[in-house]
């Protein structure tokens, strides 16, 4: 199973990022799909996931920022992130998971800066 995430990068307080998550190897629409980011000397947190059924949930600091799509027939899972703060700025990693199974993108960098 591989998950390879593309999108990140640098950019100012206020703007927007989409991030994009390609997974292979599994039937994606079985799963459950999502993101979750660490910044420095922080636990890895939830950013957003959406269910096989295209139920959503969000962290609390996202506050209607953030949208997570997906494609089951593209096997992509996507964030669309706006109005991104310094705060926002993390590692993030695609997660796709049901039952006992779950992987991990290796990450993509989001920074928020002037």
């Known amino acids: 199973v591989q998950l390879v995430e593309s999108g990140g990068g640098l950019v100012q307080p206020g703007g927007s990022l989409r991030l994009s998550c390609g997974v292979s190897?599994?039937?994606?629409?079985?799963?459950?799909m999502g993101w979750f980011r660490q910044a420095p000397g922080k636990e890895r947190e939830l950013v957003a996931y959406?269910?096989?059924?295209?139920?959503?949930t969000y962290g609390d600091f996202v506050k209607g920022r953030f949208t997570v799509s997906r494609d089951n027939v593209q096997d992509t899972v996507s964030l669309r992130m706006n109005n991104l703060q310094p705060e926002d700025t993390a590692v993030y990693y695609c997660?796709?998971?049901?039952?006992?199974?779950?992987?991990w993108g290796q990450g993509t960098q989001v920074t928020v800066s002037s």
């Open positions: 997660n796709v998971g049901r039952g006992g199974e779950d992987y």
């Open positions: 190897g599994i039937i994606s629409g079985f799963y459950g």
């Open positions: 959406i269910s096989n059924i295209g139920t959503t």
